[in-house]
């Protein structure tokens, strides 16, 4: 089946500092990746779409500007997390879908802790 | 009024026993529909996907679509213990080629099996 990886899968970080977060599809092209993010407890909520290529599509209320995504590859897709804050604590999660219209597969989770 | 709800449970089952998951959902564009399964710390698993109405079978698992009454279901025979997770139903309007669909989640009902 489709893989999917992210890394790191934990990082913690001071408040003020950036972090990237790498999603790699392994054995399929993603032309497009999407990035999420949840909550305890909470459903997925989707953060921003992206294609390969292209600038990414974000969701309403999701500031593009801190959370810059680059989805360089067919294979590789970042979140850099801009001068996070505590609030930006979460899980984050990568998916990706190749180019036959078949369904997202997704990664295994970053875990994003701002002290 | 949600676009997608479903209930967080928690549910907790004896080992062998027949598990019913459900959502409902208010737009009545959705045709795609999906059923990921999502253990503690990891990112989401697809477990089965269904087009518009009707039943989809897969081993222990059954996916059932009833569009005119808007609600999905899962259905778990002989569950056993592995399959404690939190079940998240999922669903679109859309799967295009070359494009992007936006995925609405629900929050997700977690299941514990016991030996």
């Known amino acids: 089946g489709a893989v999917v990886s992210q890394h790191p899968s934990r990082v913690i970080c001071k408040s003020g500092t950036s972090v990237k977060i790498e999603c790699r599809s392994l054995d399929f092209q993603a032309t497009t990746m999407f990035w999420y993010r949840q909550f305890p407890k909470k459903s997925l909520m989707l953060m921003a779409t992206s294609n390969e290529g292209s600038k990414a599509t974000y969701e309403q209320g999701v500031e593009k500007d801190k959370f810059l995504i680059n989805h360089a590859s067919l294979t590789l897709s970042t979140l850099t997390v801009t001068s996070a804050h505590p609030e930006d604590s979460s899980f984050y999660i990568c998916?990706?879908?190749?180019?036959?219209?078949?369904?997202?597969?997704f990664g295994p989770g970053t875990r994003l802790t701002v002290l | 009024q949600k676009e997608v709800e479903q209930d967080p449970g928690p549910l907790s089952v004896p080992e062998g026993a027949i598990v019913s998951l459900n959502c409902t959902y208010s737009?009545?564009?959705?045709?795609?529909f999906m059923w990921y399964r999502q253990y503690s710390r990891k990112g989401p698993e697809l477990l089965m996907y269904t087009y518009s109405s009707g039943n989809k079978e897969d081993g222990r698992f059954t996916a059932q679509v009833d569009k005119s009454s808007k609600y999905i279901s899962l259905f778990i025979r002989d569950s056993q213990p592995s399959d404690s997770a939190t079940y998240l139903c999922a669903m679109s309007p859309y799967l295009t080629q070359g494009g992007s669909e936006k995925l609405v989640f629900g929050k997700g009902t977690k299941l514990t099996v016991n030996p």
């Open positions: 998916s990706a879908r190749g180019s036959l219209g078949d369904t997202q597969y």
């Open positions: 737009n009545s564009a959705f045709q795609y």
